[in-house]
Nanobody, 127 residues
């Protein structure tokens, strides 16, 4: 079993920045690729970004590419999502998730491809 806990969400004005954190514990977190997803009320959960087991590779959804940066510190079992130039369309509950994947095409963008999920943290961007 693996546990994931997100924190760092809150209220921010359009154009502002937030950094989300995901603390991992339980099964060896460095054996898992980590993804960030988000979900607004009435909408499906959508992929945001992913990072490989070692942290050497990243992958982003087009909607956030150039604005968000995913990173990880395996020594601390932490994953981060730096969000810049936020707009109201970024308002959602953000989740981190873990999947055991690697090699070529290591990244996963579908919710069912992930094995463990955090509880989510609310991000609200005001206009």
């Amino acid at each position: 079993q693996m546990q994931l806990v997100e924190f760092g969400g809150g209220l921010v004005q359009a154009g502002g920045s937030l950094r989300l954190s995901c603390a991992a514990s339980g099964r060896t977190p460095s054996n898992f690729a980590i993804g960030w997803f988000r979900q607004a009320p009435g909408l499906q959960r959508e992929f945001v970004a992913a990072i490989s087991r070692t942290g050497g590779l990243t992958y982003y959804a087009d909607a956030v590419k150039g604005r968000f940066t995913i990173s990880r510190d395996n020594a601390k079992n932490m994953v981060y999502l730096q969000m810049n130039s936020l707009n109201p369309e970024d308002t959602a509950v953000y989740y981190c998730a873990a999947t055991f994947s690697g090699g070529s095409n290591w990244y996963r963008i579908r919710t069912y491809e992930y094995d463990y999920w955090g509880q989510g943290t609310q991000v609200t961007v005001s206009s």
